[in-house]
């Protein structure tokens, strides 16, 4: 914070995006008009997940091997077309083809 401004206040202008799986998070979405969030499936959050698509939000889901065009009755968007959530359509699945991580050594970090 500076002078009391967060990010999003002192750049009114600049448009941010994120993901998150902690619902509460999603109430930041009134406050400022320049945050956009992406809510992420964990496999085990589908009754958040389908809340967030009934409130004009989209889910974040990960496919391993193709991403479908409907996922649990939603249509599903290639997310990997595009990093920019805030230009995807809403009430969709956003779907994110599983990356290998070139690097196994990453583990070490988790």
Not at 62 to 84: A, R
């Amino acid at each position: 914070k500076l002078d009391n401004f967060n990010i999003l206040e002192l750049l009114p202008n600049i448009q941010f995006y994120d993901y998150t799986k902690v619902a509460n998070r999603c109430k930041l979405l009134s406050k400022y008009k320049n945050y956009h969030l992406t809510f992420s499936y964990s496999g085990e959050n589908w009754n958040e997940c389908r809340i967030a698509l009934n409130n004009n939000m989209n889910v974040a889901v990960v496919f391993e091997q193709h991403i479908p065009k409907k996922f649990k009755g939603f249509e599903v968007i290639n997310g990997d077309v595009t990093d920019l959530r805030y230009t995807d359509k809403k009430n969709v699945i956003v779907g994110l083809k599983y990356k290998k991580v070139r690097n196994n050594n990453i583990k070490k970090y988790l």
